[in-house]
């Protein structure tokens, strides 16, 4: 709805200027503070230390002794041997590695990232009013899938990738990843990569870059041509995502499958951009910039928009468990059963099932809580410490086969030495432009937006 009359941009503080040498600076310390924190603590727990010497068995799966040896020494073990051998096959690697919370932190804020992009999409292909006072943000923090691009290459060399995936070197013996091993293929596992990522930089860095050269030229048609693209981009976001969550996170144990995994990463990502949005905003406000453009309004839509992604991620969670628990196939409920085997990997599930969806539902339902700053920060705050914790979740309890809880202090360090690099990368992605993109035609109805 559109009521009363809009102001003059031009009297309101709209640029980043100074503000960027201070995001800069705070990146750069907890960048500093993560590294040195890692490599500290990392040493004192030992998550440099060479990995144990292997087995016979894996070390002929990854080609450190003849196969045909491997074979001959098989076929002479005892058949309750064999059988004893078939039994204690996974489809993961069980030892920890410091590539784990360095996988961990990469999704997390990945996820928010690809949510930016999807909000950015589904902006034009909705044609909305309200979000364009806050859309230039969404395109500025959806740019970092660059930087996230070059955070995860180390990820993708031989031997991070041999640490975290069995399928890379899978046990000769197993028949599971032996079917799937025309997908799960390392060439084609980059390739794969390598086109999810051309494909939100191309979105990503396309709309931002329209959308800048409209503050300029006042093009009409941009709008527009963004809106005609718009439904492409939505479909090539699904399929990318999509397949990125299968390929970085359902991978990590190969015998495990979810046809609805990538659905539960993309309500993750949306309701943690949400989050995200929402600190940037009050910051930025707290620092004199938008103060005017962007009202109680806005920001109660954007809580609007955490509280609908809160209950749409519980749903999906609810209809991967209940699906996959009910089918009671093996190979779907060990993912599960493992996550339930410590007391501790129980408490994180039911941690997920109140903090994630009940303590914010019941948070989130208030219009007033939404209008608030200081209250909405909390609950930004917390929906992003959940993120964190789903990743965690995912990644963390193939370690030990969910016999032990693996946490270490690098799982935070690194985390907080990410962010500093992220917060780098969204302060050169904001600066050196209007953080509103003041002449979108939409513009006027977004300023004077209330909700009914």
């Known amino acids: 709805m559109e ?39 990392g040493m004192l727990e030992g998550a440099f230390d060479e990995a144990p010497a292997q087995s016979p068995e894996s070390a002929a799966s990854h080609g450190e002794s003849d196969p045909a040896t491997a074979a001959s020494a098989a076929q002479q073990q005892h058949p309750a041997a064999q059988e004893q051998h078939h039994e204690v096959i996974h489809g993961f690697v069980t030892e920890w590695s410091i590539w784990h919370p360095y996988l961990v932190s990469v999704c997390f804020f990945l996820t928010m990232t690809l949510g930016a992009l999807f909000f950015v999409l589904i902006h034009h292909v909705t044609n909305a009013g309200w979000s364009t006072a806050v859309r230039r943000i969404a395109e500025g923090v959806s740019r970092n899938v660059v930087l996230l691009a070059l955070i995860l290459i180390p990820i993708v060399t031989p031997g991070p990738m041999g640490q975290l995936y069995k399928w890379f070197h899978p046990d000769p013996a197993d028949e599971i990843i032996a079917v799937k091993a025309s997908y799960l293929d390392y060439d084609w596992f980059l390739l794969r990569l390598g086109c999810y990522f051309l494909i939100w930089t191309i ?43 299968y390929d970085l996170l359902m991978s990590l144990d190969a015998h495990w499958f979810s046809t609805i995994f990538g659905v539960y990463i993309f309500a993750g990502s949306v309701l943690s951009f949400h989050a995200l949005l929402a600190l940037i905003i009050v910051w930025l406000q707290a620092n004199g910039r938008l103060t005017r453009a962007i009202t109680d309004e806005h920001m109660q839509d954007i809580g609007k928009m955490m509280f609908a992604f809160t209950v749409f991620w519980a749903y999906i969670a609810f209809s991967q468990y209940m699906l996959l628990w009910y089918a009671n196939i093996p190979e779907e409920t060990i993912w599960f059963l493992r996550r339930q085997s410590t007391w501790m990997w129980g408490f994180w599930g039911w941690m997920l099932i109140i903090g994630r969806f009940l303590v914010p539902f019941l948070f989130l339902m208030s219009r007033h809580i939404k209008r608030k700053r200081l209250a909405i920060t909390i609950g930004a705050l917390w929906m992003l410490a959940m993120q964190w914790a789903d990743m965690y979740y995912l990644v963390m309890p193939q370690i030990s086969d ?15 030495g990410m962010a500093g690099v992220y917060i780098i990368g969204l302060a050169l992605s904001l600066r050196g432009h209007s953080l509103i993109a003041e002449r979108d035609p939409r513009m006027p109805e977004s300023l004077a937006f209330e909700n009914a």
């Open 203 to 245: 979105l990503a860095w396309g709309y931002h870059r329209s959308s800048v050269a409209q503050d300029r030229d006042g093009d009409v048609s941009r709008t527009s041509r963004m809106s005609s693209f718009s439904p492409l981009g939505v479909l090539l976001f699904a399929l990318t995502i999509t397949f990125a969550a």
């Open 3 to 41: 009521h009363g009359s809009t102001f003059d941009l031009s009297t309101e503080n709209r640029t980043l200027g100074s503000l960027s040498g201070k995001l800069i600076g705070l990146g750069a310390v907890l960048a500093a503070f993560g590294l040195v924190g890692t490599l500290l603590l």
């Open 402 to 416: 969910g016999q032990h809880f693996p946490f270490k202090m690098v799982d935070v360090t690194i985390v907080l």
